[in-house]
């Protein structure tokens, strides 16, 4: 009973009305407060930054209050200027706050080098196949020098001079095999 009588009484009463305004003002508060300090309903539109160097991109996201981070380089696109940018995130036309950062993936300036592997002594079909496989074009017009064993691989040249196994050329590039041509000793 004393239980009940204190639930109804004016003291009681008064405590829960004072505790609810509370609750109320302070949520009220919080919410206003947030909307303030995170720049709530302010948008600037991200834009379109591919196949613009990076230093046009860099000028454009510091004229809009935007930072950038190179994440990567990716695989050499020739359709891309050098050092372009190839994707983003966000995207183009997506809506930021600003000092928000963008990520950009740029287009390296060369095809990424590839190792030779040791090909001398393979015939010229293995030669191809494995040049092939790591992203390099072997020239219809192979080079025939004397040598007892017929279509095997003497060697090899880029751009006019002789290559050997483990030196760097760029992916997609054309060789010329030095073959045998079976008729030396």
């Known amino acids: 009973m004393n239980l009940l009588r204190f639930l109804i009484s004016k003291t009681f009463l008064t405590q829960m009305a004072i505790a609810g305004i509370g ?37 454009k996201l510091k004229e809009l209050d935007l930072d950038f981070i190179v994440i990567d380089s990716a695989n050499y696109n020739p359709t ?18 600003e000092k928000r950062k963008i990520y950009l993936t740029l287009n390296p300036s060369k095809y990424r080098d590839v190792t030779l592997p040791q090909l001398n002594g393979k015939t010229k079909r293995q030669a191809i196949s494995n040049l092939r496989s790591i992203g390099i074009s072997v020239n219809t ?9 017929k279509d095997v691989v003497r060697g090899i040249r880029f751009r006019g001079k002789t290559v050997n196994m483990g030196d760097k050329i760029p992916l997609n590039s054309i060789v010329d095999l030095i073959l045998g041509d079976g008729k030396g000793r």
């Open 23 to 59: 609750f109320f003002v302070l949520v009220f508060g919080l919410k206003f407060w947030l909307g303030y300090t995170t720049n709530h309903n302010q948008k600037i539109e991200v834009p379109d930054l591919h196949k613009i160097p990076i230093e046009q991109a860099a000028e």
């Open 141 to 149: 017009k192979f080079i025939y020098v004397k040598d007892i064993g």
């Open 80 to 97: 891309y200027p050098k050092k372009s940018v190839i994707e983003q995130s966000p995207e183009a036309g997506d809506f930021v706050k």
